[in-house]
């Protein structure tokens, strides 16, 4: 295989002049000026604006700039170096001029002829044979004088220098101008795509030993809000979740994970364009009968508005009140239109009055005899069915009767009928306006005044035509340019020329004859009318009858009346006779609605959704009931129960029904038959099991949502949330939070924060819950130990971590093997204990894992050791707290280990040896990031 050579970049020996460094000189100022290049300079005392103008300054880093930019480098230098050499000749032509009579003979001949061609051209109206005796004459006069000046070879080349320097008049500024072009060109180029990632190169070396740890957040937009479809990443639960619903025709899925998986997202992106959809939560308050009523009511309101149709409100004003409304907004809108329509109206009619009383004048009576042909014809044809004299006729309008009764049945034909209408008034005010188009080829006059036009005015005419419209177009795009760094909004003036160049064509058509006799033919009042009411047909082909209510809207009306509304029906009969015998009678009945059963409520929302379904399936589209929050429910017994009792409106054909359960159910439906069995077994046909993100997940999300986030914030907040996407974008959130509140971008101080910040509230909820355990005298010393530790945690800094992690490495021990010489401790606190001081483990490895600097050489050294050194592995340990606090110590063992850091095997000293906090201490380091943020 052939491979094309490149040729390399040759080596940076210097500017050719001032003007070339000084256009990279503004670029490197343009980038140290940017908002990124803000955030990175003072970051550390290596970076400052003095040392990155410096290094960018040196040969090698100029020479990789300018081979990013190579290509519009060359452009550049090309035309400096054609505008220096036009400069050169023209100023050697210009030394070599000499005026004499010969000069002035030849300039005046060359005038004189252009002169007689331009006038003989453009504003000539002699007829063609005089124009060429003109031009013989002129010819004739002019041959002599020329003859005499070419004689002379010094003439000739005094001729050929004064071009030259004609020439370079205008090619020269014409050069300098695009001289300019080129160096804006390369100017941007040189910004964008040379200096900018040479800066951030050399940036990165400035920042000495681990670059990324800094952190320099671009946008972080994303972490604002954590919803959002425009932040969503595909992942592998989606794509199971699709392919799950494309195999089934309809039935249950059920959506299973811990909280804050991103249950929610799947259900929100399992919507395709076509498809029908009922997203309905359930609050832990609901019963079965309430639920099943709001997905029933919700389900019709959304399909009204799917239909296209108005949902009824059904607290209504009295009728007076709402035909007054209505016909007040009716009222304002004619008005409205009225204000415009008159006058408009007015002048048309006006206008073209006379012209369409003339054509009225000359075809009523063509038109009058054709049509009465036409009735004549049209009856006798009718008669003669009639009578019985076309027989054959007869049975074709039978069968056509027949078939039109057939049809009525048939949507598709109702809505070809409905817009037979539409078409004709369409067919109608195509041939309205074309035929004024058409007409102008059958006029004589027409044909003559055309005929008359000159080629270069029709040219001329259609060329500003042409301007008009390229100005129009170029104001309605809005288009700016950016030349030498100043955006000029051309669209700005495209208005004015556009007018200007509008105004020129008028004058035009104005100024020659012909075409002002074509403006003001005598036919032109009936085309223009024609072309009106052409206009006004197709805007009324437009309208069409509004079809029928469908019957399942109907439907779904009349089960929102039912359900939301109490109705009663009141009757009475009064009977009477002559006053003379006066028996008479009186009867009255009352009749109420009773609201439905649970089993009729089942019933009709089953037969709704049925017919939903079969709709939306025969459209090409899937029906969802999508049914969010079971897991709010108070415990999976609970969630298990529920879907029990409404497992009634599961399993209607065609339709498929998308819960979000917690990991219980889940369990629940694969340990389905061993040896019990449970709802889901019934209910559900399929579970997506929803598992939190791997690392390459995360990174996924946070690219998305902060660019910019270097990789070790992101394995922070990974380790932080275990994968959990809603965890993950919040512990996101909290660093950049961290960050703007302590100026702080190094990872040891902003990594010490947060996780002291996670412990601290945490700890303060297990020693909440250890306050409601029956604790005696001997082992109260738990709370004072908890109690010890929170105030260090309180009292901590990045900078001082020896005595915060001796108190940390002793509480984490008290659930390794027990505290040494310890009275026991109730089972309830004894498992809080063990929790805890997992948690407490678990925050010790991420603090003597981040903290430390060189975390990027550590890391690496840590994944080469083993594979417990994957930064994954934290991720896991965090979600093995929520399983058994004595498994997450055995990850964290192994993570410990492939890190270098000691295991904690030895039974623990008592609390009680837990010393407090030496209060009232500052950090000696300046500006530290703990005491700006306390």
Not at 525 to 547: E, I, K, Q
Not at 646 to 651: E, F, P, S, T
Not at 738 to 751: F, G, K, Q, Y
Request: proline content about 5%; charged content about 20%; aromatic content about 6%.
């Amino acid at each position: 295989m052939t491979q094309r050579s490149v040729t390399p970049d040759p080596p940076f020996t210097g500017w050719e002049d001032a003007a070339e460094e000084a256009v990279y000189r503004k670029a490197v100022d343009a980038c140290l000026n940017s908002p990124q290049m803000g955030r990175r300079l003072e970051a550390r005392p290596t970076v400052t604006a003095e040392t990155v103008r410096a290094a960018m300054h040196l040969n090698a880093n100029v020479e990789r700039a300018l081979g990013r930019c190579r290509n519009s480098h060359l452009t550049y230098r090309e035309v400096k170096q054609v505008l220096a050499e036009a400069r050169l000749g023209v100023a050697g032509a210009r030394a070599d001029v000499v005026l004499d009579l010969r000069t002035y003979c030849a300039w005046f001949c060359l005038l004189a002829t252009l002169t007689t061609v331009g006038w003989i051209v453009l504003f000539s109206t002699l007829p063609k044979e005089l124009d060429a005796l003109v031009a013989l004459g002129v010819g004739v006069l002019l041959a002599p004088p020329a003859l005499w000046v070419w004689s002379s070879v010094p003439a000739r080349w005094n001729l050929a220098a004064q071009l030259v320097v004609l020439v370079g008049g205008v090619g020269i500024p014409l050069l300098a101008v695009r001289l300019r072009m080129a160096t804006a060109q390369w100017a941007y180029d040189l910004q964008n795509n040379g200096t900018r990632p040479v800066m951030l190169l050399v940036t990165e070396a400035l920042l000495g030993d681990d670059p990324h740890s800094v952190l320099l957040p671009e946008n972080y937009d994303g972490l604002r809000s954590s919803h959002g479809a425009e932040y969503v990443v595909p992942a592998a639960a989606a794509r199971e979740l699709e392919h799950k619903l494309s195999l089934l025709s309809g039935g249950t899925i059920a959506l299973c994970g811990p909280r804050g998986v991103g249950k929610t997202t799947l259900l929100d992106g399992c919507v395709r364009e076509h498809d029908f959809a009922v997203r309905v939560a359930v609050p832990a308050a609901y019963t079965p009968y309430d639920f099943v009523l709001a997905v029933c009511i919700r389900t019709c309101e959304d399909w009204i508005r799917h239909a296209g149709y108005e949902v009824p409100q059904l607290a209504r004003l009295s009728g007076w009140v709402r035909l007054r409304r209505r016909a007040g907004n009716a009222v304002r809108s004619l008005r409205r239109r009225l204000f415009f329509a008159v006058p408009a109206a007015a002048l048309v009619v006006l206008g073209s009055a006379a012209a369409a009383r003339s054509a009225w004048d000359r075809h009523h009576g063509a038109l009058g005899a054709w049509t009465e042909t036409l009735w004549h014809w049209s009856d006798g044809q009718i008669q003669a069915v009639w009578h019985g004299e076309r027989v054959g006729a007869g049975l074709l309008v039978t069968c056509a009767g027949l078939f039109l009764w057939h049809l009525r049945t048939s949507e598709r034909w109702r809505h070809r009928l409905r817009a037979v209408p539409g078409l004709l008034l369409l067919l109608a005010g195509l041939v309205l306006l074309a035929g004024p188009f058409v007409s102008l080829g059958f006029d004589p006059a027409v044909r003559d005044h055309v005929a008359a036009l000159r080629p270069q005015f029709v040219l001329g005419e259609v060329f500003v035509l042409l301007l008009t419209a390229l100005f129009g177009l170029i104001r309605s795009l809005g288009i700016e340019v950016e030349i030498q760094g100043h955006r000029i909004r051309v669209h700005r003036f495209a208005l004015a020329a556009a007018l200007g160049c509008a105004a020129l064509a008028g004058f035009l058509l104005l100024w020659n004859q012909h075409s002002y006799a074509l403006l003001v033919e005598g036919g032109n009042p009936v085309r223009l009318a024609s072309f009106v009411v052409g206009l006004l047909l197709l805007r009324l082909s437009r309208w069409r009858t509004r079809a029928a209510e469908p019957a399942l809207v109907r439907q779904c009306r009349d089960q929102l009346y039912q359900l939301r509304t109490v109705q009663s029906t009141s009757a009475a009969l009064t009977l009477g006779v002559a006053q003379m015998a006066s028996p008479a009678g009186a009867h009255t009945s009352a009749l109420s609605s009773v609201p439905p059963s649970f089993p009729q409520l089942v019933d009709g929302f089953r037969a709704v959704l049925t017919g939903i379904a079969v709709q939306t399936h025969m459209q090409g589209g899937r029906t969802l009931v999508c049914i969010d929050e079971l897991d709010r429910l108070g415990s999976d017994l609970q969630a298990l129960a529920f879907l029990s009792e409404v497992k009634a409106i599961l399993g209607v054909p065609r339709v498929h029904y998308v819960i979000s359960v917690a990991e219980d159910v889940g369990a629940a439906f694969v340990r389905r038959g061993m040896p019990h069995r449970d709802a889901t077994d019934s209910s559900l046909d399929d579970v997506v099991h929803v598992r939190p993100g791997d690392l390459e997940e995360s990174t996924a999300i946070m690219d998305r949502r902060a660019p910019g986030l270097t990789r070790p914030y992101v394995l922070l907040a990974h380790a932080l949330s275990g994968g959990v996407p809603r965890d993950l974008i919040r512990y996101g959130r909290r660093i950049i939070e961290l960050h703007e509140s302590t100026r702080s971008v190094e990872l040891a101080d902003i990594s010490c924060l947060i996780v002291v910040e996670e412990l601290s509230d945490t700890l303060t909820g297990f020693r909440a819950l250890l306050a409601k355990q029956p604790l005696s005298a001997l082992n109260a010393d738990v709370l004072t130990g908890c109690r010890n530790v929170m105030e260090h945690l309180r009292h901590s800094c990045p900078h001082r971590t020896e005595g915060l992690l001796h108190t940390l490495e002793v509480f984490a021990a008290l659930g390794s093997s027990g505290t040494s010489g310890a009275p026991p401790l109730p089972e309830a606190a004894r498992q809080l204990i063990d929790e805890a001081s997992a948690y407490v483990y678990f925050a010790l490895t991420l603090l003597q894992v981040f903290t430390p600097p060189a975390f990027e050489q550590r890391s690496t050294a840590a994944l080469r050791s083993t594979p417990d050194g994957h930064p994954q592995v934290l991720a896991e340990a965090r979600l093995e707290l929520i399983v058994s606090p004595h498994s997450t110590r055995i990850v964290i063992d192994t993570v410990r280990r492939a890190w270098g850091l000691p295991a904690l095997t030895a039974p623990a000293p008592p609390v009680s040896v837990i010393p407090a906090p030496r209060r009232g201490q500052r950090c000696a380091v300046a500006g530290c990031a703990r005491s700006r943020y306390s």
